[in-house]
């Protein structure tokens, strides 16, 4: 037992003293290099630590082989500006001033409703509330958001073609409403990237490859 606590205060202080050199990003918002070393350094130092017929030299010498890499990384990072974009990835802009850039949010494996609940993350709850919006490198989500953002609650009624039936009824909007309302705008359900309605009838809406409208539909009832 006694052997066992001296292995494991040998791994933390090796580990803790690794992370501190790599710096405080492996403890905010990492990017996928920090992320995938991170689980690395992890499965290698719970091994030594739960298996003492592993020798503990093994252990600290695999950590600190990690720690090598991490530091060429970044030092290819920081002198080699390409090599960036290779390792890192780019940001994503992922709302313009003409709406949702669906071309990027496929590129990211993302669809509207990822958006949506990475705008809610952030304080953000109607799609027109920000000139831009992207996605960073890390995965965080960053905007420039307007004076005056709306102050209601919209749900998903059209998401990438798909109609949103138990939205469609807490809305308070029956299929052929819905129906007449695409009918008006010469869209069919397929053709429409996003749309959403809040509690006071106000509607998001953007059919594929257009720039988005603010509509307006009659809701029974408001949330």
């Not at 949506?116 to 953000?124: K, T």
């Not at 027109?128 to 709306?150: C, H, I, P």
Request: proline share 4%; with cysteine.
């Amino acid at each position: 037992m006694a052997l066992i606590f001296i292995r494991t205060a040998i791994i933390f202080l090796t580990l803790l003293l690794c992370m501190r050199l790599m710096g405080k990003s492996q403890i905010g918002e990492m990017q996928p290099f920090e992320f995938v070393i991170t689980l690395l350094i992890a499965e290698l130092a719970c091994i030594p630590m739960a298996d003492s017929s592993i020798p503990l030299m093994y252990g600290i010498v695999s950590i600190i082989t990690i720690f090598i890499l991490h530091q060429v990384v970044w030092l290819l990072d920081l002198w080699f500006k390409p090599m960036k974009t290779v390792i890192c990835g780019k940001p994503s802009l992922v709302i313009t001033r003409e709406g949702v850039d669906s071309y990027q949010l496929r590129k990211n494996n993302l669809d509207v409703s990822d958006l949506i609940e990475s705008m809610r993350v952030a304080g953000y709850f109607n799609l027109d509330d920000v000139y831009y919006g992207l996605y960073e490198a890390n995965g965080s989500f960053s905007a420039l958001e307007k004076a005056e953002k709306t102050n209601t609650l919209p749900v998903i009624i059209i998401d990438n073609g798909r109609v949103d039936k138990t939205n469609l009824g807490i809305a308070g909007i029956s299929p052929e409403q819905l129906k007449n309302f695409l009918k008006e705008r010469g869209a069919k359900a397929r053709q429409v990237l996003v749309m959403t309605a809040d509690g006071n009838g106000r509607v998001y809406f953007q059919k594929k490859g257009k720039p988005y409208t603010i509509e307006n539909i009659e809701v029974k009832g408001r949330w």
